[in-house]
């Protein structure tokens, strides 16, 4: 299946600092969604942002869409422990085999440390 | 409470013994999916159901079924459960259709976690 890439893979950063992860995608898309998944629980959706949007904020969070490099970055800002989570991006990418599902990228793993 | 609730949370079982894990949303959300979560490979989508009576297949179908009878409830049938099959499963749904010209957030159930020895 096609999958969308994210990265780095895993992220170690003190709390306090400033999280940036990313998310590159291979089809034009009308929109990109940020989820959160902390340890073995579900994922939790974090934050859309459309084609036609450059930039969309939701209090920590910072989002950004490039869509002429086809990749999106989530910022985190001043990060907390309870921050400690894999991020995962999912895109409406055009698919060859259905028009009804997402592409999902491989996460990214943040690790806060105090 | 707005919600997906998958049972079990988490089952041990062994090879051939048919299973059924079900999930339920109270948000009368159309569309329901299940997604089966491995190291290293990622959220794959197994099923999804667009309506009630809708369903589809998704990523990776074998082994599995599903129905969709009543909108609230979308279950997850292992007819012969197989070791390759152990993983941890999470069911989601949406107010609409997902995908294409769609921006509709999924809501996540809390998993479960199969084990198929």
């Known amino acids: 299946s096609q999958q969308g890439e994210e990265d780095p893979q895993a992220l170690s950063i003190q709390e306090g600092e400033n999280a940036t992860m990313n998310c590159s995608y291979k089809t034009s898309i009308n929109n990109l969604q940020w989820y959160r998944q902390n340890s073995g629980r579900g994922l939790v959706h974090l934050i859309l942002i459309r084609s036609n949007e450059r930039e969309k904020h939701s209090g920590r969070l910072r989002v950004t869409l490039d869509t002429s490099k086809k990749s999106s970055s989530l910022l985190i800002t001043a990060s907390r422990a309870a921050d400690t989570a894999s991020y995962f991006c999912?895109?409406?990418?055009?698919?060859?085999?259905?028009?009804?599902?997402?592409?999902w990228g491989a996460g990214t793993k943040l690790i806060i440390k105090p | 409470e707005a919600q997906v609730t998958q049972n079990p949370r988490y089952l041990i079982t062994v090879t051939g013994k048919k299973l059924t894990v079900t999930c339920s949303q109270n948000?009368?959300?159309?569309?329901m999916s299940w997604y089966r979560q491995d190291p290293g490979l990622g959220l794959r989508q197994i099923y999804y159901?667009?309506?009630?009576?809708?369903?589809d297949k998704g990523d990776v179908p074998e082994g599995y079924k599903v129905s969709r009878k009543e909108k609230r409830n979308f279950p997850l049938i292992l007819e012969s459960p197989s070791p390759n099959q152990t993983s941890l499963y999470f069911c989601?749904?949406?107010?609409?259709?997902?995908?294409?010209?769609?921006?509709?957030?999924?809501?996540f159930g809390d998993g479960t976690r199969l084990s198929i020895l």
């Open positions: 989601a749904s949406s107010p609409r259709t997902v995908g294409r010209y769609s921006n509709q957030p999924q809501h």
């Open positions: 159901s667009m309506n009630v009576e809708v369903t």
């Open positions: 999912a895109t409406d990418a055009t698919r060859l085999d259905s028009n009804y599902q997402l592409i």
């Open positions: 948000m009368n959300h159309e569309y």
